[in-house]
């Protein structure tokens, strides 16, 4: 009587879960925006809650699966304080970019270099290529266009 | 080194260089549409050198006569090798999308896949969890406050990553690390061997079986310390059978409500705090009016 879960599989479930980690990881340094950063937090935890599961999995018992609903709760409550907290931020600074935040460390400690790179940026200008969206005219503005307007075509 | 080290390190090199390519250039500059095909081909290599690196799962440890059982291991062990590969490509996707709003939608591949894999493990409860939670509720969350914050479109610290060289390099150096530890040294950390012609030899021991190895042979503590580690309500099988699982929500309900009730508790409060504190942050009342004299 052999438990068919092996180690092997174990350890291909705990390889899922690193590497999930880890993409959380690089997208927590690496992305500005408050948002992906904090869905990269959250693909963090589901690596972990992976790992955890795979584990209760093998050992037999249910500690993987109750630790993992415990994962859900804190992962509920961190992201409902983080969009009000998000919603906040952007009310004063009317943006979501996470180096625009530096006053928020601690006392005595000086900047980093990241606030000279949010204004070395490239401006938002739509540059062509891939990324580039089209401008829509806005709304209640006459466009240029030599046609007649629809209401003196309707006459 | 053997062949799974070098196979995990080309494949984590590859990985790392296609990762790096998508990602966004630190100074916001645009990528031509080859940077993204040549990243996307990177990435997509160094995908399945890690899932050739996965042990495939339809090695029976006691080949059954009838074929149903291999043909049942095949259909998982596909199931597996599906679910692997779309959440860690749906991983990539969430971290190198320029719009927000993809990587919200990405992440619900993420989470997906996630619960299949649970699915595959016998974890139905978790796997309805996880979608309900994560997909109904912190996605459409997170949506929303995309949609209420980002109006015009695309910024330009979407359009910007910090310092993506040194990140990609730090995070791809722990998950080869943490390959390395897994798939290239297994089993180095296993308890001493219980005897000389031990059947467990080869194995990652369980927790239940070294329970029962140390049963009646350590101090009073000990004997404790097991009697807690093999109740009955803890366990995923009756009577310890791996033949007679548990049905899933009810074994899991007993175990949640038997062994770990103060755990109930601490989630609930934990809820019901993170709901105070959030209407409590989200006020639109300003903090202290502008032109009023601050004291010191």
């Known amino acids: ?155 | 080194m053997n062949g799974s080290m070098i196979l995990a390190t080309i494949g984590v090199v590859l990985g790392a260089t296609g990762t790096y390519i998508l990602l966004p250039h630190s100074r916001g500059d645009v990528k031509s549409r080859n940077n993204y095909i040549l990243g996307g081909v990177l990435a997509g290599l160094g995908l399945i050198g890690f899932l050739l690196l996965l042990t495939p799962p339809d090695v029976s440890p006691n080949p059954a006569p009838a074929d149903f059982s291999s043909l049942g291991m095949m259909i998982t062990g596909a199931c597996f090798y599906l679910f692997a590969a779309g959440a860690i490509g749906t991983a990539v996707m969430t971290v190198t999308s320029r719009n927000p709003v993809y990587s919200a939608l990405w992440f619900t591949g993420v989470i997906v896949s996630t619960a299949g894999l649970f699915l595959l493990i016998d974890a139905q409860f978790l796997a309805a969890g996880t979608v309900i939670v994560y997909a109904g509720a912190i996605i459409v969350t997170f949506l929303f406050v995309i949609m209420l914050a980002q109006m015009e479109g695309k910024a330009v610290y979407d359009r910007a990553a910090k310092t993506p060289g040194r990140a990609v390099f730090t995070s791809f150096l722990l998950l080869w690390s943490l390959m390395y530890c897994l798939a290239v040294v297994p089993g180095s950390h296993r308890p001493p061997t219980a005897g000389a012609n031990d059947p467990l030899e080869d194995r990652l021991r369980r927790g239940r079986e070294l329970a029962e190895y140390y049963r009646g042979k350590g101090p009073i503590e000990t004997k404790l310390v097991l009697e807690r580690a093999l109740r009955p309500t803890s366990s995923l099988f009756f009577d310890g059978d791996h033949q007679k699982p548990k049905p899933n929500v009810a074994g899991l309900g007993e175990a949640l409500y038997a062994d770990h009730l103060l755990t109930v508790e601490m989630a609930g409060a934990i809820l019901f705090a993170a709901l105070i504190a959030a209407v409590l942050i989200a006020n639109p009342k300003p903090l202290r009016p502008v032109d009023a004299p601050t004291e010191a």
């Not at chain 1, 998000?86 to 900047?111: A, F």
């Not at chain 1, 940026?121 to 005219?137: K, N, Q, R």
């Open chain 1, 1 to 155: 009587m052999i438990d068919l879960f092996t180690s092997q599989l174990l350890t291909n479930y705990l390889l899922v879960g690193a590497a999930l980690f880890a993409l959380g990881m690089l997208g927590f340094i690496s992305r500005r925006n408050m948002i992906v950063m904090f869905l990269s937090a959250e693909m963090m935890l589901q690596g972990v809650a992976l790992s955890l599961v795979a584990f209760g999995r093998y050992h037999g018992n249910w500690t993987g699966q109750i630790f993992t609903i415990v994962i859900l709760t804190v992962a509920a409550c961190e992201a409902s304080i983080a969009m009000a907290l998000i919603v906040i931020l952007y009310n004063r600074r009317s943006s979501l970019d996470v180096t625009l935040w530096q006053d928020v460390r601690e006392p005595g400690l000086e900047p980093s270099d990241l606030a000279e790179e949010a204004a070395e940026a490239a401006p938002l200008e739509p540059v062509a290529g891939p990324e580039s969206y089209p401008h829509l005219t806005p709304a209640g503005v006459e466009p240029a266009h030599p046609m007649k307007p629809w209401t003196e075509r309707r006459s």
